[in-house]
């Protein structure tokens, strides 16, 4: 096991996490765009003012000073009803993402309470080649600030690479690379982690029956992610990998240098997506620049869109109702939903798909934005908790306090992308609060909870 | 939840600060320290319900304002309920998780003399309290929007009181009998603050579809709303 993770290069993959909430409009780019959008949006809210706004619109195509007046009043009004469109679907978006999480870390926990493999220490990747087994604390806070400096450098080289791929559209490649992570991952990972249950629990199984159910699940998972499949089997197949990764990430890393790490990679992750020349922030631009979906990048997509259609004549006025056709699952499978590993994670939170110039649709349907979130995330909430799960003396109390400090940090972050409206780090506030409690539950609320338990007090 | 955690948070922090700057060795003083600790987290937890109703009631004005008919989707009394059921799940979660886990593995209960109905009272114990944080959310935020301080105070003393109910633990008809007429008179008292009342439970039991001879007006046109 060693020998082949310290030999391959697929290891690379799964260092390469970047992670970023993106908003469900596009920023304000060309003005025409804008409008478009900003109507759009509006319209998605009351179907009554939809129909009045679009039935007008014929009308007011001849008058001119009229629709010039009308416009503006429309487009405070469509502010307001965008911001209550935005309050209204948050609640619902965040609840979309609670569930994907909590399964995720769910299965992480389950997995390291019951089998013993990867709490047992067995090795190191070759991206943290500090041992800690140091007598002095001093040598080993040394070893794993080292080691979290050299992993933090590795991911940013990959992050970067992987951001002059994209400007130069060496798409091939990415695509490449990408395969070739979720094979390994789907396949190899799920071999191990198979083969590990059932020695914990003792079951007896031959060869030929475990590579066809591994053929299967990895066969359904390659077509599922890569190409198209069911949106919710494509869910749970992320959730898989992403829980797969946070169990390697749990079992490879070291005590103190996983701590360090987890601190280092949400503040790198704050920098890479917030600072002008964050390669995340690049990325996002380049890719809404070409018009294009973010990316074939590791994203969980909580919902697929919807057909929007708006009555209107050709001849639109500026403000006029927007004419998108968005095609439903043909945008969202174009997005090339690839497994995570490492690249770039990416959490977009934006309507993928290029905007097809107008039919006219009578109807009005709601269009549903669907809350994206990069599988890094995934991973590292969940090797939060896992380790909590591990390593914390106080077992259960500890790791559900990191559980509810991470979801309420996944909240906030929801509501802060409500607001600002463009591409976001998810990992610093979530992480922030779930170190903070982690430490805190394991050496303050403990010893008061076990106390109080040994004398069976009640609070 | 999260603001229940702080609060304990907050007050194992006090306690552990306590604990550390006092005489380990002494027994007495350890358990009276545990008391203290332990009514410094009701304390807190009461006031982070208060902190906690604060930020609901600016949510709701906020929603309420944008809005489409002025009035916003979730009442508090549903948030009132929901806050104290969060409180409950996670204070109960924390009490007895542990406990839960310990019940799996090998062991005798009560091996150095403790009681063996260990598991059983605090399964009961701990039902006890999570719906006693349910009903007090309730009424402590109807309390808070009414302004009524009595019933403030009344919900602290009865937590406090809980709280000190068990202390007397091992002697379990002491603790576990009062604890539970507490949690049915606060559940009737949650129940008549929430607008229950004998009347409503009938009707609801006996599924009756009230004959609605209302006529309802449909109108095809409708007026554009922006003009």
């Known amino acids: 096991m060693i020998t082949f993770m310290n030999n391959s290069d697929s290891e690379e993959e799964p260092c390469n996490e970047r992670t970023s909430l993106m908003s469900a409009e596009s920023p304000p780019v060309p003005s025409y765009q804008d409008g478009l959008q900003t109507t759009e949006a509006g319209e998605a809210q009351a179907h009554r003012k939809r129909r009045t706004g679009s039935s007008r619109s014929p009308n007011n195509i001849a008058d001119g000073d009229m629709s010039d007046s009308g416009v503006p009043v429309r487009e405070s009004a469509l502010e307001n009803e965008e911001e209550e469109l935005t309050l209204k679907y948050g609640a619902k978006h965040v609840i979309m993402l609670f569930v994907p999480v909590t399964l995720c870390m769910i299965v992480v926990v389950a997995t390291i309470k019951s089998v013993r493999f990867y709490t047992e220490k067995n090795g190191q990747l070759i991206y943290t080649p500090f041992s800690e087994d140091t007598p002095s604390v001093g040598q080993r806070l040394l070893n794993s600030v080292l080691n979290t400096?050299?992993?933090?450098s590795v991911i940013v080289v990959m992050t970067v690479f992987l951001v002059l791929l994209y400007k130069y559209r060496c798409y091939k490649f990415i695509h490449g690379w990408l395969i070739l992570s979720s094979l390994m991952l789907l396949f190899l990972f799920t071999y191990i982690y198979l083969g590990e249950v059932l020695k914990t629990y003792n079951v007896a199984m031959d060869y030929p029956t475990l590579f066809l159910v591994i053929w299967n699940f990895g066969a359904v998972g390659m077509i599922c992610i890569h190409w198209k499949g069911p949106l919710q089997l494509q869910q749970a197949y992320l959730i898989m990998i992403s829980a797969l990764m946070a169990l390697v990430f749990i079992k490879y890393l070291p005590e103190w240098s996983a701590w360090v790490i987890l601190g280092?990679?949400?503040?790198?992750?704050?920098?890479?997506?917030?600072c002008p020349k964050g390669p995340l922030r690049m990325l996002v631009e380049t890719a809404q620049e070409r018009n294009e979906p973010i990316f074939p990048a590791l994203i969980y997509s909580s919902a697929m869109m919807w057909t929007v259609g708006m009555a209107k004549p050709d001849t639109a006025v500026r403000g006029g109702a927007s004419q998108q056709t968005w095609d439903a699952a043909e945008d969202g499978r174009e997005n090339h939903r690839s497994p995570l590993h490492a690249d770039s994670q990416m959490s977009e939170t934006r309507s993928p798909g290029p905007t097809r110039p107008i039919t006219s649709f009578e109807e009005l349907e709601e269009e549903e934005r669907g809350v994206k979130l990069g599988l890094g995330d995934f991973i590292f909430y969940s090797v939060l908790v896992g380790k909590a799960a591990a390593t914390a003396s106080g077992d259960w109390n500890t790791t559900l306090a990191c559980f509810v400090a991470i979801l309420i940090g996944l909240c906030l972050t929801l509501l802060l992308l409500a607001v600002f409206k463009k591409a976001l780090p998810a990992l610093p506030i979530s992480i922030t609060f779930g170190l903070v409690f982690y430490f805190s539950t394991d050496n303050l609320v403990r010893p008061f909870m076990d106390t109080l338990a040994s004398h069976q007090l009640y609070i | 939840?999260?603001?229940?955690?702080?609060?304990?948070?907050?007050?194992?922090l006090i306690w552990f600060v306590s604990v550390h700057l006092s005489d380990r060795e002494d027994a007495k003083l350890q358990y009276g320290l545990l008391v203290f600790g332990a009514a410094v987290s009701v304390l807190l937890q009461e006031a982070f319900r208060f902190a906690y109703f604060k930020l609901l009631k600016k949510a709701d004005e906020g929603l309420a304002t944008i809005s489409e008919d002025g009035r916003s989707p979730i009442s508090l009394r549903q948030m009132a309920y929901v806050s104290g059921l969060s409180f409950g799940i996670i204070s109960g979660v924390f009490s007895v998780i542990n406990i839960l886990a310990d019940s799996i593995g090998p062991g005798v209960v009560g091996i150095h003399g403790d009681s063996p109905y260990y598991f059983i009272t605090s399964a009961f114990l701990t039902m006890a309290l999570v719906l006693l944080h349910t009903f007090w959310g309730v009424i402590f935020f109807d309390a808070c929007e009414k302004r009524r301080y009595w019933c403030l105070g009344l919900v602290v003393a009865s937590h406090l009181l809980t709280s000190g109910l068990t202390f007397l633990n091992p002697r379990y008809e002491a603790s576990l009998v009062p604890i539970f007429i507490i949690t049915l008179c606060t559940g009737l008292w949650a129940f008549v603050t929430a607008g229950g009342s004998f009347h409503n439970v009938l009707k609801c039991l006996s599924c009756k579809q009230e004959d609605?001879?209302?006529?309802?007006?449909?109108?095809?046109?409708?007026v554009p709303f922006e003009d």
Request: glycine content about 0%; aromatic content about 14%; hydrophobic content about 70%.
């Open chain 2, 212 to 222: 609605d001879s209302r006529v309802m007006m449909y109108s095809a046109l409708q």
């Open chain 1, 264 to 274: 280092a990679i949400s503040i790198y992750d704050l920098m890479a997506v917030l």
């Open chain 1, 149 to 152: 400096i050299i992993m933090i």
């Open chain 2, 1 to 12: 939840a999260f603001f229940w955690l702080v609060s304990l948070l907050l007050a194992s």
